[in-house]
Structure formats: structure tokens, C-alpha cells
């Protein structure tokens, strides 16, 4: 029998996750694999998984089916008219592999029972390995300190969850309703959870034996306790923060300042975004989460500061549509003033989907090599690499593609 | 005494040749290098030639003062205020070495006589190098079919020019005014010539034992037999035209989308450009040869034909500044339809003298390193690279970068 | 018995009439009549005919049926999914009054067939008034030299129209294909027919007592031999050109800079489209009527002529999308220069549709008035509005406001 | 004698003053007069006052020399080179009806104060008139509440001015440093102040027996009781907020949309801009001054609120240059979505400096025809114009021809 890899989505019922498993399908079904850069032939050979072998279930507060999420994209243009119908099937599959986000009265035990969805997902699908990838709604900035694994485990046992929060949706509400055990005052503080839910779903995941990616600029991964517990449990994570729009435009248009020496003066942003996305970002709080991790590409990839701003509107009629334009201003030869502007339109979620198919299959032959702790060699796909500070484009896919061929 | 470098350009008193000369004689008052890619910390200890140890000469057509066309520039918010004063001295100097391009009866006698101008500036100057860079008004296609070296010089020999084209200003007018011995029907046909005003140029300085670059897209050095010319010499030369606006910015954007997977389904474009080289490629049998080298960079990079015009409008009003729009329509995941425009607003001039600055310091040290032959390395600098099909920006730096520190 | 009011589309299979059509019935269904501007309360009071009493039928060369028509648009996102079984029964209702192009071997009797065409509509469906609105493929340009209208009919039933042509199609190969008696060398000049298609259809109108309103920047009713006929025939006339793009843009724009004096230097257009009009227009020759309206906005609204061009670029997968960019040079106070650039993206026939609506309500209303000759009130609907020449958009919207309440 | 016109500028060192100023003295030397409305033939023939014959004063808390400024602005790219020497003679004598804010213990003796410059000025320049013109710096939005003109005066009396503030530099930080008489806890708070600087200044145009304008958005003529005082000494005022750039635009784009009835779904723009207005809206309480009545303007134009946010950025290194980027989406027939966008690059400045002298020309006029109160027909050069409500610019054109050739 053919081997099998599980992809679990923490997010499984949101834009990113519904466009990932549909287009998994309708791929399936033949629909050309647009976006997908592990088809390109230069990937061809290294013993990835074929799409039609993986096998998606995961985590959601929400309970909305599938196919309602099918129908909405589906209205929005986000996917094509008819294939609600075509991949009915398929839809029905994933479903039942679903799980809403269990109950639990400390974060160690919720830590528990989250592994222990993952591991049945497993077991119940026959799967060689499983890798999971966070896709759930952008969380605000989170502040750990633990010095190691022990303190760490010490504080999630001690963290006791109020019921009305149980699950952990994440959102800018999110940051309140948790306890830590002794606090008098209760949950209002963000501070007093071990970690937020992105980690614990990190945790989740290592102790059910899976690879972790986080898509999203949350925290899951960046406190270093929780890659410590990656690598005691021998196990590759990466991220963060997909670059499939505004940012990804910056990471060749910055290089190509920077390599003909033209001094970027300023360098302003606004982007306009509607959805289920959109509607988080428009918290700042969870706002801010993803502005650090826009504002680290352009400092790294120029080599300091510039002045600009980068706002993030949620419009509301724009759907799953998403307009960035930026406007740079940079000076030539004897300080001539220039700009550059650009306009892009895009759709998140099926410049997202595709991706995040990558990244099951890559992360599945990270796992098949024995690899672990950070994958570096992911930095192509996010604005904010784990233990990379590269962030030319072109220089981080002929990274991915040496990896991948390296064997 | 320290050893001096010449640089000969092909079109001394044009835009970019005057905003090179000024240029470096600011550098050497203080002003930082701006655009210039040599002076930065990847370049430093390979024994580049120092910018202050340039000397400039060259051949035009025109007799415009240097400092007129300073003046001019300055006008036009190329060259900062007050400049022109600043660098008197270094424009009279510059002046002194500039000639009117000389009279001939036989293109074989004009090469003959640009090359002895050439050994002469280089004699009077002491310099030990010297690079010709051509920047001359971009000519029109022309087609040269020779079997061989000795075929083209029976040609040269054979070719007589009539007086009113003597000196061959190239122009959408120049391809007429050329005789061929013995036609009586008279050079209204620009295939009477035995090469173009270009083509005869790089065959002078190869005469003159300097290395040759062609900054435009005019035939020059396209023709295999000028080539093997070079390689007689044992010269190197390298070009062609320089990409400094629109096809800069095509050179990492086509990149991405090839990268990411994502299918371009059409890429348009418009410049809109003022200034000599606006007036020049105004006719459009001129903006042939430009935009046959635009073209080819999108071709090549995206791996096939991709629908879409590009447009060159002459906009007097403008002078040297020049705007380009491109709109890019691609399709991603399941076939969703997005758009990525840019707007770029440059001084074509300002971006390209920095330019003329590092071709003329590389080119030296190929001459250094006994280089001999076509300098694919160079390709960073150009649309149409000399024996090169990389056209990716990122990948054309490292490549030029791994050259320069090689040895 | 409530009137009713018939609507004659030239060209009724395209995608202006098809959209026309749907969308009228999309209205008896409920949607909300964006675009349509007679029903904005300022239009109402006036006696114009609702949107439901109006029937629509026409010519067109094609016979592809309306509902396959329908299916392209809904798929190409010009019409909303699910619209084509909503509106069966209408569509069905449309076809019975669709007639392909008659045939006839003389202009003049070809006249008279089209004109029995409409009469038969009339009686057929007991219509109170018809309309004649032209949204047939623009035609070439085409001159006209008849002293008077005894001269026109003497060439109408001098011009022979040879077999493969007749039916008139208009398009770039349409100019072909017609015989004037006693012409041995045939068709192939378009001199040759007496009158084009368009101006044939206005003709036939007049002849069925119609009034006829053109969509188009065809010749129609541009030679004032055809409106001459109109005056003889006690009918109103309008046109020419609709404006829904750029142009519309243009014309809110240009007026805020004369309004300001700020004179502007240049203006630069690039339009993209796809779609069965973009292929049309691809063919430069038809392109040629299309551009003349288009400067002519231009260059009454800023007193004269600025430099800049306008391209209209077939971009294939654009469908019926179009896409402009315009780029506005001006100068300010003390010879600052400034600039405007817009981006225009939207769906033409969605933006034309409403205006063809609107342009039959009012039409019958001059019908119902008495209305004789030129309707130059009608001017905010067009790119070259007939016997006028204020091209300010608020200006044309008070006029227009001004014609409907003024009784 | 010939009759003289005085312009007093409250903020007569700011870059919009000095642009003025430079620009009249300009045009008194042949500049072509670009940007000012006054000057083109609708307005000839109605008795404007020569701009030759208006002479420039007014009051600033800054003393950096004119000339300096002028130099700045040159520097800048705002004025042409050379015109600082050309105008040297008229700088000077503007320089000579310069004055310092004057320092006061109450706001009533403050308002004294300033009337005696301005009456000064009237006297010792023999003018027939005097037009006070708000060209300060914006001020945050002030809550003002007196039932009558007799409350007001007697809290002018009651507030005591702070010695580090006497002289009321409008700013961010001015809010603060004015101390009511009797409140010990001091002038932290701006409502204890009677009225905001700008306000004083309007009284003491009154007082002088100046007609008022303000061109920025700042308290000054807001108050009813402001508006009483212009009435009770029986003359006119105007304003507010001259529409220069992006709400320009939008006040011809939004009319396009209402009468094409095509629904604006939101309407987003983003305004980069350096300068000292941009440091000032920097502060996001200044701006806030600012938002309120640009956003007036699409609420009014539209019937109703649109989402959609105006973001002002300070971007130091655009200088005096302003670009604002607006993106319009729009539905169409049967919902279709559409788009516009736009990119506006002005010098705000030079955009503003031909409409102070436009409406010290204007206001001069209304003060010879006798005007009293409010000057709506002025409603074309504002985004908040006193007591009116019509926004669409060619509305607002005709509007103002009417008026000056009314008599
Ligand atoms: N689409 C892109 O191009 C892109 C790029 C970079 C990052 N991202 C990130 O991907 C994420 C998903 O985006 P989307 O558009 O699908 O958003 P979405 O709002 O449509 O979906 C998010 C889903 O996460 C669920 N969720 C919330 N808290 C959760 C928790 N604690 N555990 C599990 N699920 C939880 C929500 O119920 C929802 O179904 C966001 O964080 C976004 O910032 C997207
Ligand atoms: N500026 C850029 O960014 C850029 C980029 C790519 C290519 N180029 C090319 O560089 C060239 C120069 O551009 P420019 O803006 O300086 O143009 P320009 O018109 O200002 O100058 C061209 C000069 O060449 C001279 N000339 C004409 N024929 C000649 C001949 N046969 N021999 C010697 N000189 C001759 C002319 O008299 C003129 O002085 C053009 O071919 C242009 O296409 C420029
Ligand atoms: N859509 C807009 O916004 C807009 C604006 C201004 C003008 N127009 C004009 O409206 C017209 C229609 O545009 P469209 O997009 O529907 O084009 P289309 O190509 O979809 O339709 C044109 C139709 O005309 C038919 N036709 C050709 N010759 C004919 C003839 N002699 N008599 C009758 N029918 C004939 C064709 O068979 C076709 O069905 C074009 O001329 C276009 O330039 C459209
Ligand atoms: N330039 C435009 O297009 C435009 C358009 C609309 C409104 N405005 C408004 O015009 C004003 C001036 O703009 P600017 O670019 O000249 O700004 P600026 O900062 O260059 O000048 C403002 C001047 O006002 C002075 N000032 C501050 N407080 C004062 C007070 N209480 N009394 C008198 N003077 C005072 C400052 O010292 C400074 O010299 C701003 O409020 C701006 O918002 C300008
Ligand atoms: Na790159
Ligand atoms: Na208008």
C-alpha cells in the first residue's frame, strides 16, 4: 500500500485551510497546479509526497462545515463556480477529520488533548507522518520568559483556563480569559496565560510526534523554549508569516535597490484587505503582530531603517481581495529623487493555498530525512524565516531548491 | 606616478556621456556615490581602478560645449544646482579630449581615423588602460551578414561614404547617406553599408587595443564578425543596452512570478519618455532595436511569449525624466485572476551614469586579468547580455560579484 | 392597456445588447438598478417609461442565441452566477424579436427591408414607440459626400451589394465586399458602398419611425445627408460614442484643471481590453473612429491641443475587462510640474448596459415630446455628443436634468 | 493715485505665505500667471484689484527671514532657481510689514493688539483695503461655547495668557500654556483658553475692518459667535481649508460616480507629504482638524459615509511635495465590482499660493460690492466652505462666475 501524509491545520475551517483542502481536490480532479512551486520541475525527483496522498484534518473553534466555507469562497471568487459540487466527496472526508478545539482546565492538559486529536487523525488515517501547520487567525503580540523546558512545564500546569475562553479562540478578544492558578484578579491580563494558543498548538503538535509550520506571524514557534521542546523531541518546525502579497513584491524590489547601490529614502505602505483576515487585523492589536514581521524585511533587506509607514485598512466589500500600494521613494546619482509605486490585487487565500501544499510536502520530507529543529531552507515562504536573515527571493528559492536536491 | 585609466565614449556630448563626466568630477568634490555598485563594501579589494583615476574622452558628432550640456542638465534637475561651477575645471579638461567625429572616404579609412583619436587620447593622457563605451544615439536594426573577417574588411575597403554623412551621426535619418562603390542607385539603402556607425566604433577601439561596451541596443558588437575582431585583438567587450528603469524592475519581478509558480497571462507596458533619447526613439524605426531588447528579457524570463504590447511614447515635455506603467495580469490558484502595476518615475540619465562608471572599472580590470572575448559577467548591467540568458537581477549580481572576487 | 415601448438594438447579440437585455430582466427580478441614472429621483415625475415596459428586439448578423451569450457573460463575471436560469423566460421572449441582418441586393432595398424588420416588431408586440440604439462592432472610419438627400437615394439604389457581404457585418473586413453598379474593379474599396452598415440602420430607423440614438463612434449619423433624413422624417437622433471608461474620467478631470488653471503639458492614455470590442478594435482601421472621439474630448475641454497619446491595446485574457491608465503632466504656479495618474478597472459592458436603458427611456420621451433632429441633452452619455460641444460632465448632468424636468 | 489692496497673512513666514509672496512679485516680473483662477477671462471686466496692487503683510511667531525661506523653497524645488535674486527688492519690502504676534496679559488685549498691527499696516500703506488670509499652522480642533458676542467678550477679558506662550504659536503643542484667570491648576488644558489663536486672528481682522478668509482648517470662523462679531462690524469671511490635491479630485470624481449612479463601496486614500505642514499633521491632533473636513467633503458628495480610511503620513523626505494615493471601489449593473484608483503628486505650496491671491482679489471685491457674513459663492476653493453644502467642483466654478459677474 502506498504511504500517506496527514496535514493538520490549526485554522481548518478558515479561508487559508478551506482553499488548501478544495484545491487539493480540485487538483485532483486536474485542475492545473497554478502556484504550487513544488510541481516546478526542479523539484521534480527529490521524493516529495504527491498531492493526492496527503490527507488534511485539523483544529477549529468554529464549527461552520466545509462546505458552507466552499460556498462562500466559491461566491467570492475565490474559487472557481461548480466546484462546490465536483469535490463534494472530498469535502465530506475532511470533514470527518475535523475536530473543534477540545476543553481542558489547564494549558497542560489542553497541550494533551490537542496531541492526542492529532495522533488519532494518524492512527485513523494510516499516515506515514503528519505535519502540522498553523493557519488560524492572527493572535497580538505575546511576551514568554521561560529560562527552560522545566519552568515552561511547570507554568502550563499551573495555568487554569475560565470556561468562557476554554479552546483558546485566538482574536483580540482571546488575550483575556485565562487564569493563571493564584491570581486573584483573573484572566484580564494576556500575561497571565503559560502561552497563547499558537504555542500550545506548537506543543500539540511535537508531542504528537508531527512537524510544525506556522503560516501566521503569532508566536507559536519564536519563544525559544518552545523549539527547545522541538528538538528534545527531534522534531523540524518552521515559519513564519506566509509572504504572499505586498511583502512578497518587497523582497525583490528591495534587493534590487540594494544591488545597484540606490539609496531608499522612504518607503510607505497601505494595504487594503477585507475577510476573515482583515476583520482580525482590523484589532490593532493583532494588527501589530503582523506589521513587525512586514517591517523586519524591508530593515534587514535594506540594511536599516527607512522612514514610511505601512497601514493595514480592513475594508470590509473587498472580501478575500486584497490591494496593497506602496510607494518608494529612493535617490540616484547626485541625489536625484525617484519613486517606485506599486499596485498589487490579489486573493490571500488562493495565493496562500498553494503554499501551504508546499509546505506539507516539504515539511514531510524534512521529516523523511531526519531533519531537525528550524528549517531555514523554508525562508522563501515567509516574511519572517526562522534562523534566516536572508530575505532576497531569488536567493532563498535557490536555497529551497539546493535542500531539496541536496540528497 | 599611479597608473591612470581612459574611459572613450561613443556619444561624449549626450545626456548620460555629460551626467557621467560631471558625476565623477563631483565624486571627487565630495558627493557620495550614489548608484554606483563598484564603490560598495563586495567590490573593495580587487584592485578595481579608483574613480578619480578615470580620464574621459570621446567622439561626437555634435560640438555643443560640455558645459553648455552641464548647464542644460542642471536646468532639467538632473545635475544639482550650482554644479557647474563647482567642476569647471574637470569639464575643461574633459573638453580638451572630446573630438568631432572624423571625415573618411571609406569606412575602412573611418575606422582607421577613430582609432588613431582613440591611441592619441590614450598617449597625451599616459593612461595605462583604455575601455570605449558606446552612448551614442541608439541606430536602427541593421542586418550584417559576412561569412568572415576577411569578407568584412573586402567590405569596409569597398564601402565610400558621401560627404553630407561623413563622421556617420547615427539617427533614424543616418541609415540613409551611405554609398557603396560602384552602386549607382546610391546609399538610400542602409544595407549598402558595410556596418553601421556602431559596429565601426567597436571595431576602432579594438584597433586601438581598448575593451569595448555597448550601453545601447544599436548593432555594435551584435555581428559575429565584429565579435571575432575582438577575439583577433584578443579584446573583451561586453553590453548590451543598459537596464536601468522598466526592464530593471522586469529583471526581479518576472523572477518572482516564475518562482512562485504563478502564470503571467499578459505583461503591458508604456514609457513615456522626454529628452535626446526620447527624441530619438520618437522614430520608430529606432525604438525597433529597443524594444526587440525589452522584449527579449520577458521572454526569457518568464520561459515563453506572453501577450502584451510595449509602448515608447515621446513626451517633450518631460525632458530627462521618464515614467514607465507596467500592468501584469496572472493567474494563480485555480485560475483566480490578480494584477500587479508599478509606476516607475526615474532620470533615465542619473541612473544610468554610475553605470558608465562601474562598466568602465570592470571593463579595466577584464584588460587587467587579460580577459579576452565576450563578458557574460556583465549581465547585471544589461537587457540584452552578450552570450548570457540569465536575466534574473539577484542572480546576475552574485555572478558579477563572484567574477570580481574570483581572483 | 399599459403602452409600451420597443427597444432595437444594432448588434443585439453582443455583449452590449446581451447585457442590456439580461439586465433589464434582472431588474423585473429585483436586483437594484445600479448605473441606471433616469432612476435617480431627479428623473422622476417626468413620464418616463419603466424599465419593464420596455421590449427589446434587433438585428445582428450573428445567430449564437441570446442565452449562450448570457452563459459567457456569467462566466467571464460580467453577469452574477445563476443569472441565465433566472431569466429563461425573458431571454426567450428577446429571441422571438432577433433577425439576422436581411438581404438585398442594393443598399436602398436593404434599407427597406431592415425598416420592415422593425415595423413587424412594432406591430408584432403592439409598441406605443421604438428606439433604435446602435451597440453593433465600431466601423472604420468612413467619408460621406452627398450634396443632398436626392443625391443619397440615387446612390443607394446605385450600389450593388455582392453576394458574401450582404448583410453588412460590420468590422475591419466589412469595408470590403461591396459593388457600385457599373464598377468593374469591384468592391474592395469601402468608397464604393454609399453608405456604411451604420448609417444604413439609422436610415432603416428613420423609415420605421424610430428614433435612433448610436452607442458607437461608427459613421451612423455623422453625414448630414442622414440626419437630413431624420428632420424629413419628423424624428430625433442622438449619439455618438458612449462614455463609460477613461474617457468619463477624462471628462470630470480635465475640467478641474481649466477650472483651476493649471495647465496641463501632456496627457498619456494606455487602454487594455479583451472581450469581442477589444478584438474589433485590435484591427487598427476600426481602432481609428474609436481614438478620434476619444481625442476630441481632450482637446475641446482643455482649448486645444496637448501632446500625449492614447493606445488601445487587444489584451486577449482581459476578457471583457478593461483596464486604463492615463498620466496627467501639469504645471503649477511658477512652472512647478506636477502630475495625476489614474488607474481605471472596469467591466464594460456592466458599465454600458444601464446607459442603454437610460438612453431608451429618454429617447421615447423626445419621441412622446415631439422631439425633432439632434438631442444634444443627451451629451452626458457620449464621447462626441452630437451639435454640442461641452464635454464637462456636472455641466452635461444639470443639461440633461434641465431637458427632463423642463415640461 | 491708484487704489492698493492689502493682504495680511496670519503665518506670513510659512511656506504657503512665502510662496505667495515670492509668486506675486514673480509674476510682477512676467511669470505667466498658471494656477490663478482670477486670471482667465470669466473673471475680466468685474473690477478684480491687479495683483501689481496688492501689498503683502502679517503676523508670525517666527522670525526667520523671508529671503531664507524664499532660499529654502528654491532649494526645495518649489520656486525656480534664480527667482530669490530676482525678487530681492519686493521680499524687502514685504519683510517691512512683518510682525512678530504680539504679547498680551489677556486674550482680549492680545486681540486689541493684533487689530493695531493690522490697522497700522493699513495706514502707513495707504490701502484702500485690507483682507486678513489664515495661512498658520493647523490647529488641533477646539470645542468653543458662548451663547452671545457679550459672554464671549467677557471671557476674552477673564483669560490670562501664560508668559511662555503670549503670542499663541499654533501647534500641537499650543494647546497647552494658557491660564484662565482665577484656575489655579493652570492652561494645561486648551479649553481654557476663550478661543484658539486662529479665532483671535478673525476677531482682529474684524476689528481692523479686514475681510477674513481661512485657508486652513483650524477653529477660527467655526464659532457662531465668530461669525457674529464679522456680522456686528459688517463684514465678510470665508474658508475653510483650501482643496489643493487629493480632495480636489475627489470633489470631480465623487459627482461622477452620484450621477452615473454607480455606488461607491469605499472609498480609501493614503496622503504622504514632508514640509512644515507635515511635521505639524504629524501630530494626530492637528490632523484630526484635518481628516474631519476632508472627509466632510466624500459624505456630502456621496449622500452618506463610505468606508474607508484617510491615513496623513509624515514623510520627511518628500519635502514640500505631497503624493496621495486614492483607491474608489465601485459597483456597477447588477453589482459588478470595478475600481479607480489615483495618484496625485503636487507641490502644495504652489497649488495653494495662486488661490491666496485669488481670494484676497475676491475678497477685496466682496468688501467693495458691501458684502456682509458669510461668502458661500467662494465655496470652489475650500473642502469645508462656509455655509454650503455643494462639493462638486464645476458646480462650485459656475457658482463663482456667477457671483463676480453678477454686478
Ligand atoms: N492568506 C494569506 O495570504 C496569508 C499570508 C500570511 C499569513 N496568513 C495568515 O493565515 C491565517 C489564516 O488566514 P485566513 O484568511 O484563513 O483567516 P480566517 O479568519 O479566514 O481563518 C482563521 C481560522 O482560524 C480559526 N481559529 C481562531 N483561533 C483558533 C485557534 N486558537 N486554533 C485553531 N483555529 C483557530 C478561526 O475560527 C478561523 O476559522 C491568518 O493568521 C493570516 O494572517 C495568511
Ligand atoms: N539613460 C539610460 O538610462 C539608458 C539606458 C539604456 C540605454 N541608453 C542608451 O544610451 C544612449 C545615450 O542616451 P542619451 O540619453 O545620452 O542620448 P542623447 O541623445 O542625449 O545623446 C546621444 C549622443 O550621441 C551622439 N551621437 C549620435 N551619433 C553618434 C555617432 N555615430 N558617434 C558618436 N556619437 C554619436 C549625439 O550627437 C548625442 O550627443 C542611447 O542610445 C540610449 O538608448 C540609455
Ligand atoms: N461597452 C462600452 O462601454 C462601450 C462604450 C462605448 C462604445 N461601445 C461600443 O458599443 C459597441 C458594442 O460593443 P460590444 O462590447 O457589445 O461588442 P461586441 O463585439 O460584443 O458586439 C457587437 C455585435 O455587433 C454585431 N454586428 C456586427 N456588425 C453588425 C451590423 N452591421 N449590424 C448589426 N450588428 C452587427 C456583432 O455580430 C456583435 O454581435 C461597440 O461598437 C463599442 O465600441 C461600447
Ligand atoms: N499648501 C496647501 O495646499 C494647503 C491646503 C490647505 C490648507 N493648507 C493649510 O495652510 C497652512 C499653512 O501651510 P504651510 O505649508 O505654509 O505651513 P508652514 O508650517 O510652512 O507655515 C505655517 C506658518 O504659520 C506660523 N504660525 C504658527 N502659529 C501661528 C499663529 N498663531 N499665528 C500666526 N502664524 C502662526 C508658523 O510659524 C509658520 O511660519 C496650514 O494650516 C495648512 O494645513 C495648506
Ligand atoms: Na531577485
Ligand atoms: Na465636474
Not at 140 to 166: M, W
Not at 232 to 242: F, K, V
Request: hydrophobic share 45%.
Amino acid at each position: 500500500m502506498q504511504r500517506r501524509v496527514g496535514v493538520w491545520l490549526f485554522g481548518a475551517r478558515g479561508s487559508v485551510a478551506t482553499t488548501t483542502v478544495a484545491g487539493a481536490a480540485a487538483l485532483a480532479h486536474g485542475a492545473p497546479p497554478a502556484g504550487v512551486v513544488t510541481e516546478q520541475p526542479a523539484f521534480a525527483g527529490a521524493g516529495l509526497i504527491p498531492i493526492d496522498r496527503l490527507v488534511f484534518g485539523g483544529h477549529d473553534p468554529s464549527d461552520t462545515p466545509l462546505s458552507k466555507q466552499v460556498e462562500r469562497l466559491v461566491a467570492g471568487g475565490v474559487l472557481p463556480p461548480g466546484l462546490d459540487g465536483l469535490i463534494a466527496a472530498e469535502l465530506a472526508e475532511t470533514e470527518r477529520n475535523l475536530v473543534v478545539l477540545p476543553v481542558a482546565d489547564t494549558q497542560d492538559e489542553l497541550v494533551r488533548r490537542m496531541a492526542e486529536d492529532i495522533k488519532a487523525f494518524r492512527l485513523r488515517n494510516d499516515l506515514e507522518h503528519v505535519v502540522a501547520i498553523n493557519v488560524a487567525s492572527t493572535e497580538p503580540p505575546y511576551e514568554v520568559r521561560y529560562a527552560d523546558l522545566a519552568e515552561l512545564r511547570e507554568a502550563l500546569k499551573a495555568t487554569r483556563i475560565v470556561s468562557e475562553e476554554r479552546g483558546g479562540k485566538a482574536s483580540g478578544a482571546a488575550e483575556a480569559g485565562h487564569e493563571a492558578a493564584g491570581d486573584a484578579e483573573a484572566g484580564r491580563e494576556a500575561a497571565e496565560q503559560a502561552l497563547p494558543p499558537s504555542s500550545l498548538g506548537a506543543l500539540a503538535a511535537f508531542e504528537a510526534g508531527a512537524a510544525y509550520v506556522d503560516f501566521t506571524p503569532s508566536t507559536s514557534i519564536r519563544p525559544q523554549v518552545v523549539r527547545d521542546w522541538a528538538v528534545e523531541r527531534q522534531l523540524p518546525y518552521g515559519g513564519q508569516d506566509a509572504k504572499t502579497g505586498e511583502t512578497l513584491v518587497k523582497s525583490v524590489l528591495a534587493p534590487m535597490f540594494t544591488a545597484r547601490a540606490l539609496p531608499v529614502q522612504a518607503w510607505s505602505g497601505t494595504n487594503l484587505l477585507g475577510g476573515g483576515d482583515g476583520a482580525t487585523l482590523a484589532d490593532p492589536h493583532a494588527a501589530e503582530s503582523k506589521s513587525v514581521s512586514k517591517e523586519r524585511v524591508l530593515t534587514e533587506l535594506l540594511g536599516g531603517e527607512v522612514p514610511g509607514e505601512v497601514h493595514i485598512d480592513y475594508v470590509d466589500p473587498l472580501g478575500d481581495w486584497k490591494t496593497a500600494w506602496d510607494h518608494v521613494m529612493f535617490s540616484g546619482f547626485l541625489g536625484v529623487r525617484m519613486t517606485l509605486q506599486f499596485t498589487w490585487q490579489g486573493c490571500d487565500s488562493a495565493l496562500a493555498a498553494p503554499l501551504v501544499l508546499d509546505l506539507a510536502r516539504l515539511s514531510a520530507l524534512a521529516l523523511e530525512r531526519g531533519h531537525v529543529g528550524a528549517m531555514p531552507f523554508l525562508g522563501f515562504y515567509f516574511k519572517d524565516p526562522v534562523e534566516s536573515t536572508e530575505h532576497a527571493l531569488t536567493r532563498q528559492y535557490d536555497e529551497l531548491v539546493r535542500w531539496v536536491q541536496e540528497c
